[in-house]
């Protein structure tokens, strides 16, 4: 029954998703269109208007990853208030969506570089995997914070939607200071041979990205986990 | 079918609570009334017994297994309630499959049948109905859904007299079809009196009574004549409340009369109806315990 409902929860994402994706491509495709026949009209140059039309693709490439990223940020609530009245659990919960997070990220992978093709040459095995791991950690980090902010009502969603970001650059000007600061100390750290040669090796080491690829990643993955497991009904 | 344990269930948001150190028991098959005056913690009490919101305190469990995050409990629950948890363009029909999808072996054919009766098309999305009608088709899910114990929050929310009674016919047929636990909280205590075999009445965030309804009724008595005669007759006895008009005075008695307590001639002594029961003891308290 668990499988069943967490295929349930899988496809009700495809199902949403799709149809977010579609309307996106419709208006995207439309508005271009219009634009370019707009400018058709205007400078009754052909060759103009086939070379906006031939951007199309990269446009929706770009859009396609914004709708799937912004469908995990805004979705979770959602899914859990059906989820919830139809006696599923949040842990098959969480491994639907995370599934479907997954399976769907692939396919929109695999649809942006079909989508690219035209526009830049084909990349190395190696380019790719990095470019899919960038995207499903993307994907990730949004639903943990989607998952995070449906803990939130109303009122503390506006509270951490502003102070966070807020918060951060506050953050960023600190160190900034700090940094400009310890100006002379830096500056001597900088042309310490033994410090610039460890430093070397370390970012020299190329599994080290992957390690720390490796950490950020399940840190994401457990706060959807954690935030997931804590999704309760609002009273807003 | 397995029992339904509350153990010392509690609910607080903030400094407000909503539940006390609440125990009780729901059996397989039993039709229950859940009652109690607005805020009374009904709506809340049902959304953690079905795992929407976590207690502060205590556990709900069905057969020793806890409800939090078990698929084989929770899938044995079906909550129908005011709140409409569904993505907004949800049609009738999708609501159908998703019940059917989680809770599988859903009565199409008994659904499709009732949505007729209640006048509604399944294609048509649930936020574009009428509030009475959202009532309705959420009853046709809750009544055909494969749950063993099925909680209706406000059944009849907005439901016209005539809806209501297919409602009632609907649920004693389906109950008799396919014997299961049906939990109905209502403020219509008059229309369910005859439907449910026992009640629980909550009142300042306690379950002030947990027992069948023939065995409360039995203990609720009127004693009317004289007001000196029914003061004198009732003395010692719990009283939740009087009337008076002129010098005959009603004393709505709950308790158990004895049969060493001698009539007197001018004093009658009958039943009331669980309504008035209800008024009484969630009013605040007796007069003469």
């Not at chain 2, 599988?104 to 109905?129: M, P, T, V």
Request: aromatic share 10%.
């Amino acid at each position: 029954m668990s499988k069943q409902k967490m295929t349930l929860v899988m496809t009700n994402v495809f199902h949403r998703l799709g149809q977010a994706i579609l309307i996106t491509v419709g208006w995207i495709v439309g508005f271009e269109v219009v634009v370019s026949l707009m400018g058709l009209i205007f400078n009754r140059n052909p060759e103009s208007f086939l070379v906006t039309l031939q951007g199309i693709p990269s446009t929706l490439a770009v859009f396609i990853n914004l709708v799937l990223l912004a469908y995990f940020i805004v979705t979770p609530y959602v899914d859990f208030k059906w989820a919830i009245q139809n006696g599923i659990s949040r842990k098959t919960m969480w491994r639907g969506r995370a599934l479907a997070l997954f399976l769907a990220t692939l396919v929109i992978f695999i649809l942006d570089e079909l989508l690219s093709m035209a526009n830049q040459p084909a990349m190395s095995p190696r380019t790719l995997l990095v470019n899919f791991l960038i995207l499903l950690t993307g994907v990730v980090t949004c639903q943990a914070v989607g998952n995070g902010f449906s803990l939130l009502n109303r009122t503390w969603k506006w509270i951490v939607g502003i102070g966070l970001p807020v918060m951060f650059i506050i953050f960023c000007v600190i160190m900034v200071r700090l940094i400009l600061a310890m100006g002379s100390q830096i500056t001597a750290l900088v042309e310490n041979k033994q410090f610039v040669a460890a430093m070397t090796v370390v970012f020299n080491n190329p599994v080290l990205p992957y390690v720390l690829w490796l950490i950020y990643f399940a840190i994401m993955l457990g706060l959807t986990k954690l935030f997931n497991d804590r999704m309760q009904l609002r009273r807003d | 079918m397995e029992q339904l344990t509350i153990s010392h269930v509690s609910k607080k948001y903030g400094r407000q609570v909503i539940l006390e150190d609440l125990n009780c028991q729901l059996a397989p098959g039993k039709i229950y009334g859940l009652l109690g005056r607005n805020g009374a913690g009904k709506s809340t009490l049902l959304n953690i017994i079905t795992g929407r919101i976590f207690p502060t305190n205590g556990t709900v469990a069905l057969d020793k297994l806890g409800t939090n995050d078990q698929d084989r409990v929770l899938g044995q629950f079906y909550l129908m309630s005011e709140s409409n948890l569904y993505p907004k363009r949800t049609t009738i029909q999708r609501m159908f499959d998703l019940a059917d999808g989680s809770y599988g072996h859903f009565d199409y054919q008994n659904a499709n049948r009732l949505l007729k009766a209640f006048g509604i098309d399944a294609k048509i999305q649930l936020s574009k109905l009428s509030t009475g009608l959202q009532t309705a088709a959420k009853l046709v899910v809750a009544l055909n859904v494969n749950a063993n114990y099925v909680f209706l929050d406000e059944p009849t929310l907005g439901l016209d007299a005539n809806h209501r009674e297919l409602f009632y016919k609907e649920l004693v047929k389906s109950y008799q079809e396919k014997p299961r636990t049906f939990v109905l909280s209502t403020h219509l205590i008059d229309e369910i009196q005859q439907l449910v075999e026992h009640v629980l009445i909550l009142a300042d965030h306690h379950l002030i009574e947990d027992a069948d309804v023939e065995t409360l009724l039995d203990r609720a008595y009127t004693v009317t004549g004289p007001a000196n005669l029914v003061d004198q007759y009732v003395a010692g006895l719990r009283v939740l409340s009087a009337d008076q008009l002129g010098t005959v005075k009603t004393a709505y008695v709950f308790d158990q009369l004895d049969d060493q307590r001698v009539i007197p001639d001018q004093v009658k002594v009958g039943h009331y109806d669980l309504q008035k029961l209800f008024i009484g003891l969630t009013n605040g308290g007796s007069e003469n315990e």
